[in-house]
C-alpha cells in the first residue's frame, strides 16, 4: 500500500514537472510569434534560408583556398639548418656558414659562404629531392641532413 502512494506521488510530480516546462516552453512560442503575422514569420524564415545559403557559399570559397594553400605550402621553405665554421686555423671565429632551405619534397639550395683573409665567396648550390649534381663539402653534407631531418623533428 506504501509502495502504491509512492508511485503515485513521484508520478504527481512527474506530470507537474512536464506541465511546467510544457508552460514555459508554450510562453517562449508566445513571445516568438507576439505580435507577427503569417507572412513576417514566412519572410523570416526566407531570410534565414538566404543566409544559411551565403554562409554556406562562404564556406566553400573558404575551403577552395585553404586547398590552394595546403598545395602552394608544399613548395615554400619548410625545412631549414645552418653550420657556422671556420674553414682556416688561421682566421678568427667561425665566420663561414652553410645554409640549407628546402621544401617538402627536398627542393631547395645550399648556400656557403667562405671567409678568409682576402674576402668573402659566397656558392648556391640546387638540391633536388635531397640530392645535389655538384658535389658537396663536408660542411654542406651535414647541413643537407640536417635539413633533411629537420621536418621528422618537428612532427615528432
Given at each position: 500500500?506504501n509502495?502504491?502512494?509512492?508511485?503515485?506521488?513521484?508520478?504527481l510530480?512527474?506530470?507537474?514537472?512536464t506541465q511546467?516546462?510544457?508552460?514555459k516552453l508554450?510562453?517562449?512560442y508566445?513571445?516568438?510569434?507576439d505580435?507577427?503575422e503569417?507572412?513576417?514569420?514566412?519572410?523570416l524564415?526566407?531570410?534565414?534560408?538566404?543566409?544559411?545559403k551565403e554562409c554556406?557559399s562562404?564556406?566553400?570559397?573558404l575551403?577552395?583556398?585553404?586547398?590552394?594553400?595546403?598545395?602552394?605550402?608544399?613548395?615554400?621553405i619548410?625545412?631549414?639548418a645552418l653550420?657556422?665554421?671556420?674553414?682556416?686555423?688561421?682566421t678568427?671565429?667561425?665566420q663561414?656558414?652553410?645554409?640549407a632551405?628546402l621544401?617538402?619534397?627536398?627542393?631547395?639550395v645550399i648556400?656557403?659562404s667562405?671567409?678568409?683573409?682576402?674576402?668573402?665567396?659566397v656558392?648556391?648550390?640546387e638540391?633536388a629531392?635531397?640530392?645535389?649534381?655538384?658535389?658537396?663539402?663536408?660542411?654542406?653534407t651535414?647541413v643537407?641532413?640536417?635539413?633533411?631531418?629537420?621536418?621528422?623533428k618537428q612532427?615528432?
Open positions: 500500500m509502495l502504491l502512494i509512492i508511485l503515485f506521488i513521484i508520478s510530480i512527474a506530470l507537474g514537472y511546467w516546462s510544457l508552460l508554450q510562453k517562449k508566445s513571445e516568438f510569434l505580435g507577427a503569417a507572412k513576417k514569420i514566412e519572410d524564415i526566407k531570410d534565414y534560408s538566404r543566409d544559411v554556406l562562404k564556406l566553400d570559397q575551403a577552395e583556398f585553404t586547398a590552394r594553400m595546403h598545395k602552394q605550402a608544399q613548395f615554400s619548410s625545412k631549414q653550420i657556422r665554421f671556420n674553414p682556416f686555423g688561421d678568427g671565429g667561425d663561414s656558414f652553410v645554409l632551405l621544401d617538402n619534397h627536398n627542393n631547395g648556400i656557403s667562405v671567409h678568409a683573409r682576402t674576402g668573402t665567396r656558392y648556391a648550390k638540391i629531392q635531397g640530392l645535389s649534381k655538384y658535389n658537396l663539402s663536408d660542411e654542406e651535414v643537407l641532413q640536417k635539413a633533411l631531418n629537420s621536418k621528422k612532427e615528432a
